[in-house]
């Protein structure tokens, strides 16, 4: 592919542009990630993985419900440094910038006689505030989505090559350790096999042939074995993952239990995931309830509450038989709806547009392209629907491939703003509306980007500093949210409400637990009555500095003399 334009007056960027958009995607993660108070809620159980893994225990670690390649990543680079929480920030930050990379090559391939578009679609990957979040955080969507975006772009690129096999086996690959992260990197075959299918019926060239595809099937496997092997190691069972919602993928039934140990853990592992078996049970309104922290991997809360007071994990058997296919089929129509407004929310208003723009401009020069883009891109909403039927929530996080796939035509956008030939004819007024419109776009992304986030937290992580202080370290503490037991250093049931005072109470005795930490709206709603009949006083409290912290009470049983 020449690296020039055949189009009068389309430049091919400088050299250092790259660099110079990649510098600034790394200055834009870091920024956002020391302007976040806490970790995702989530972070906590790939600490805990790390942690484990660490410590030779792989089995308990893979035994989690989450994928363990996080967690794995980050006790391989712990090697840099003994700070895990900021090793794991390092690992998602570099996942961010690695898929800006990809994005300036994404943007080549899509649109290859306009090479500013690669810068374009590159700048967009750096400074969308959606991206520059999940890579500015404890979660392994940074990483999923830079391994996910260089798999697309070798499988994108693979028709052009001299060994086209080999780059989709590279894709394969890359698919697979990204199933290690997160299971939507199976998405990947999607748009391959319409692809494919496309060149076969003549619509679109170059297309990938049967053998690339083989290819990337032959290096899916290779990516996937790892943590195939693992779970058959541990249950006997041939299955590509432990989650509930991908229990119909398993050649037999998965054990509902999940194996000793993974509840416990040793104080300087502080983190104790999922803690459903010291979870006061809930009646069923309560269990109805979505999970307390909604930044929360909705997947995983909802297999988790699903497992009731014992912490068995159910197994969907039968998912993929003909009578819930049917009946997913008729869930779906009225549910269709929520993948279009998760997908709108994270897109913003401001990628919507840019996306409006990239259309217009795609379909003058890339109309194949853009057809494509659409079928692979509804056809995966399409899925989601399917999924949203079937289990009943949809993440954000669930729809960020789409803004992956998306990112051409987005950067394609904004280059039709900033300069498309549109302009040669456009009256002058037009022309600086639509250039304040793109400064505008620019400045509010970027501001949302750096923005500080989770700010209400500031009482609470007052309370769990102090809580190092004043508990003994064999002690724990009742929470509602497990990132707590990492910033209190102190093991940690979790607290889901309404529940039965007596459980409660015969649970902190039982895992001695010396305190509840709990915010003012809960301690008014549910616990106040339990201060007022003398089963709790009022230890400390920490008021709000701001109008939007959320004050924070700290709570122990009366001292016995």
Not at 285 to 312: I, L, M, N, V
Request: with cysteine; proline share 6%; charged share 20%.
């Amino acid at each position: 592919m020449s690296a020039a334009s055949d189009r009068p007056g389309e430049h091919t960027p400088p050299r250092w542009l790259l660099p110079v958009v990649l510098l600034a995607a790394l200055v834009l993660r870091l920024i956002s990630w020391d302007q976040t108070l806490v970790m995702m809620n989530d972070g906590a159980d790939f600490l805990w993985q790390a942690e484990r893994i660490l410590d030779g225990d792989w089995q308990t670690a893979v035994a989690h419900h989450y994928h363990p390649g996080y967690g794995a990543v980050i006790a391989a680079a712990s090697v840099f440094s003994d700070d895990l929480l900021a090793v794991a920030a390092g690992v998602s930050i570099f996942g961010g910038v690695l898929m800006v990379l990809a994005a300036w090559g994404l943007g080549r391939l899509a649109f290859p006689r306009q090479p500013m578009v690669a810068a374009c679609t590159a700048m967009v990957a750096a400074g969308h505030n959606r991206f520059v979040h999940q890579a500015a955080d404890i979660h392994p969507e940074g990483l999923f989505l830079g391994l996910f975006a260089v798999a697309a772009w070798c499988a994108w690129r693979s028709p052009l090559a001299r060994r086209p096999a080999a780059w989709m086996f590279t894709a394969g690959v890359l698919t697979g350790f990204g199933f290690l992260l997160r299971q939507e990197a199976l998405i990947l075959g999607l748009p391959l096999v319409l692809w494919w299918v496309a060149g076969r019926l003549r619509l679109t060239a170059p297309s990938p042939s049967l053998r690339g595809l083989v290819g990337f099937g032959l290096g899916l496997l290779l990516g996937l074995a790892p943590y195939s092997m693992a779970i058959h190691e541990m249950t006997g069972v041939w299955a590509l993952s432990l989650k509930p919602s991908m229990a119909g993928f398993a050649l037999g039934d998965l054990p509902r239990q999940e194996p000793p140990g993974l509840r416990t853990s040793p104080h300087f592992m502080p983190v104790v995931p999922r803690l459903a078996v010291v979870t006061p049970p809930m009646d069923a309104d309560a269990r109805a309830e979505a999970d307390p922290d909604a930044e929360s991997d909705a997947d995983a809360d909802a297999e988790t509450d699903a497992g009731g007071e014992s912490g068995a994990v159910p197994v969907k058997r039968g998912a993929l038989g003909p009578q819930a296919v049917l009946l997913t089929i008729g869930d779906m129509l009225p549910r269709s709806w929520h993948p279009l407004e998760k997908t709108a929310r994270t897109l913003r208003i401001e990628g919507m547009i840019l996306l409006a723009f990239g259309i217009a401009a795609g379909l003058r020069r890339r109309r194949g392209m853009v057809l494509m883009t659409a079928a692979v891109v509804g056809t995966y909403l399409v899925l989601l629907a399917g999924h949203v039927a079937r289990h009943g929530f949809l993440s954000d996080r669930h729809v960020l491939i789409v803004l992956v796939l998306l990112l051409p035509l987005l950067g394609a956008g904004a280059h039709s703003m900033a300069c498309g030939e549109w302009r040669a004819h456009a009256g002058a007024l037009r022309r600086r509306g639509v250039t304040i419109l793109l400064a505008l776009i620019t400045v509010s992304l970027l501001l949302g980007s750096v923005w500080p986030r989770r700010t209400e937290s500031e009482p609470r992580l007052r309370a769990l500093e102090w809580v190092r202080s004043h508990v003994p370290e064999d002690e724990g503490i009742g929470v509602r949210r497990r990132r707590d037991s990492w910033y209190a250093d102190r093991h940690v049931i979790t607290l889901r409400f309404p529940c039965d005072k007596q459980t409660l109470l015969t649970m902190m005795d039982t895992h001695r637990i010396a305190c509840l930490i709990v915010d003012l709206e809960h301690y008014e709603e549910h616990l106040a009555p339990w201060v007022d009949d003398g089963t709790f006083v009022w230890w400390e409290h920490f008021e709000a500095r701001r109008e939007a912290d959320d004050p924070v009470i700290v709570l122990r049983r009366p001292r016995r003399l």
